[in-house]
């Protein structure tokens, strides 16, 4: 019989949320949301870079909950907005605003620009209580769309068209987007090195009860 690991999630974004629980679905771990705890004090995601924030995110959550944990820090950046909202993606538009009102500003502020192209960036952060981590990252190239389509997905997809499937993420079902996103593509890596992650985990977990389930 084998124990396996279980790992926090740590995001509160449903739609991530949703991506990742379908990218580590293969997997011999027990995958824990945020809300499988009590109120966490929510981490302050003020680094400069998406690597930093990731980091923050995972080894805050790790060493508050006691078990090993997954972040992802990511982001959209626009060529003519100067790689803009980059870090700031998720408060784009204030710190209240909704998907459509963060989309809605890109789409006024590249009005007329003959330069539509854009990035999503992801970063995965992978760390233990005692605060050392593993980083994966990737990249997805495309253009911002004249107008918004597509219900799927969340954030900015309805306004992220993806030339060679010649569809918004938006349009994309999840399965589709998984396998050509920016955190589709970090997740492919995490994936190939699974089994060495899962060693470091157990390797730098300080204690080793609690994150180890019995199966049954
Ligand atoms: O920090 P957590 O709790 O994970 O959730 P968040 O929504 O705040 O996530 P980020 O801090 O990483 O901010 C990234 C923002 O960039 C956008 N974004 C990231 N990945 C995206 C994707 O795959 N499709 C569309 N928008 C995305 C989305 O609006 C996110 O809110
Ligand atoms: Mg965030």
């Known amino acids: 019989m084998q124990n396996s690991i279980a790992l926090v999630v740590a995001t509160r974004n449903k739609g991530k ?14 995958i824990k949301n945020l809300d499988d705890f009590g109120p966490i004090p929510q981490v302050e995601e003020d680094g ?5 924030n990731a980091y923050k ?17 990511s982001g959209l950046l626009v060529d003519a907005l100067d790689g803009a909202p980059g870090v700031y993606s998720a408060r784009y538009a204030g710190e209240n605003a909704t998907d ?6 890109i789409l006024q502020e590249i009005k007329g620009k003959t330069n539509r192209k854009a990035a999503f960036e992801c970063v995965i952060s992978i760390a233990v209580p005692t605060g050392p981590a593993l980083t994966y990252e990737a990249r997805c ?45 970090a997740f492919r890596e995490v994936q190939e090195e699974f089994d060495k992650i899962l ?3 157990r390797q730098n977990m300080p204690v080793q009860e609690k994150f180890i389930c019995s199966e049954d």
């Open 57 to 73: 995110k995972a080894s805050f959550t790790a060493r508050i909950l006691g078990y090993p944990a997954l972040a992802d820090d």
């Open 48 to 52: 400069d870079t998406f690597d930093e």
């Open 141 to 185: 190239e495309g253009v911002i769309a004249e107008q918004p389509s597509g219900s799927n997905g969340f954030g900015y997809d309805p306004i992220f068209y993806y030339p060679e499937l010649k569809k918004t993420f938006a349009e994309l079902t999840q399965e589709e987007k998984n396998s050509v996103s920016h955190r589709g593509k």
């Open 199 to 201: 060693i470091w985990i």
């Open 100 to 105: 459509e009102e963060r989309y809605a500003k």
């Open 17 to 30: 949320t949703s991506e990742i629980r379908e990218l580590l679905k293969d997997f011999p771990i027990e």
